[in-house]
């Protein structure tokens, strides 16, 4: 997919009304429906607005976004990458399983950056469909999800609002996750939501 037609959808999602309508799907772990929204909207920097200090690393394989705050130089840099990628390169749940979660993650954050960056290649390479991506952004209770799926958009929505994932919901992931697989899906909804404040906050662009 092109540089245009991957801004297009993705401009798209994190636009979508938050009012649009949602079709009935399937029972879920609570029986209830997400109320889980998107953060108000805000007016994105034009460009970025953390300048690379000196001595960064530069390249045509380094991106601008990740340049502001770099690695080698800066420990606290080091090590918020280091926990961000974790929950990118190192995972114990399904790569699908986790996409969804970024995913939606992403689009409640209105984390422009890291939906261009998954929704056509993370997330397809794990195993989701276009439609499946698109759906990500009505939510759990969208028709067409697995019971297993609903579970996984639900914690993430309940995680956004809440900061707390129900007795259901916990019970739910339980029954296909071990504990420790339970902790990474709240860790990687928090790791992917400080993303999307940095992402947002420096005026990252689309690369």
């Not at 280091?82 to 992403?106: C, H, K, S, Y």
Request: hydrophobic letters at 40%; a positive charge.
């Amino acid at each position: 997919m092109s540089h245009l037609n991957v801004l297009i959808v993705t401009v798209l999602a994190l636009t979508m009304p938050l009012g649009s309508p949602q079709r009935t799907g399937a029972q879920t772990s609570t029986g209830s429906r997400s109320t889980a929204k998107q953060v108000e909207r805000f007016k994105r920097p034009a460009d970025m607005r953390v300048k690379p200090p000196a001595g960064a690393p530069s390249g045509p394989d380094v991106r601008l976004a990740t340049q502001a705050c770099p690695a080698t130089l800066d420990e606290m840099c080091r090590n918020f990458w280091a926990f961000a990628g974790q929950f990118l390169r190192i995972n114990t749940i399904p790569t699908r399983d986790r996409e969804l979660v970024t995913l939606r993650t992403a689009w409640l954050s209105r984390g422009e950056y890291i939906w261009g960056s998954h929704h056509d290649s993370y997330a397809t390479k794990a195993g989701l469909t276009a439609e499946e991506v698109s759906r990500v952004t009505q939510g759990p209770d969208a028709a067409g999800w697995s019971r297993f799926d609903s579970v996984l958009l639900r914690a993430a929505d309940e995680l956004h609002a809440n900061r707390f994932i129900s007795d259901d919901t916990w019970k739910a992931l339980g029954e296909r996750y071990s504990d420790r697989q339970r902790l990474e899906t709240v860790l990687t909804v928090a790791a992917y939501t400080s993303l999307a404040m940095y992402f947002n906050s420096t005026g990252a662009q689309m690369e």
